[in-house]
Nanobody
């Protein structure tokens, strides 16, 4: 079973950038789809991005499309979320999550990810 730990959150001004990291342990990481989600009191849980096991295909939520980029380094067991042109509405607790390695399709549904990290807080000031 893979374990995930997020880092890189913090306070940034609107228009700024942050890079979140998701460090994974476990033998199946390189075969698993990884997703990023965020949660806030205003919007609840929201899909942000997902990347296939090889990194060849990605999927983004409409709210972040064109501003965020997801990538991965399987040798280093890492997944990254580069966030650019941040807006106050991006403020949330950000989680990475792994889909069971049996599945190969990207998904926006949080219920289809079975392993979650503890989250890292991103706060964007106006």
């Amino acid at each position: 079973q893979v374990q995930l730990v997020e880092s890189g959150g913090g306070l940034v001004q609107a228009g700024g950038s942050l890079r979140l990291s998701c460090a994974a342990s476990g033998r199946t990481f390189s075969t698993q789809i990884i997703g990023w989600f965020r949660q806030s009191s205003e919007k609840g849980r929201e899909f942000v991005a997902a990347i296939t096991s090889t990194g060849r295909n990605t999927l983004y939520g409409d709210a972040v499309k064109g501003r965020f980029v997801v990538s991965r380094n399987n040798r280093g067991n890492m997944v990254y979320l580069e966030m650019n042109n941040l807006k106050p509405e991006d403020t949330a607790l950000y989680y990475c999550a792994a889909r069971h390695h049996y599945y190969t399709a990207l998904s926006m549904e949080s219920e289809e990810y079975n392993t979650w990290g503890q989250g890292t807080q991103v706060t964007v000031s106006s």
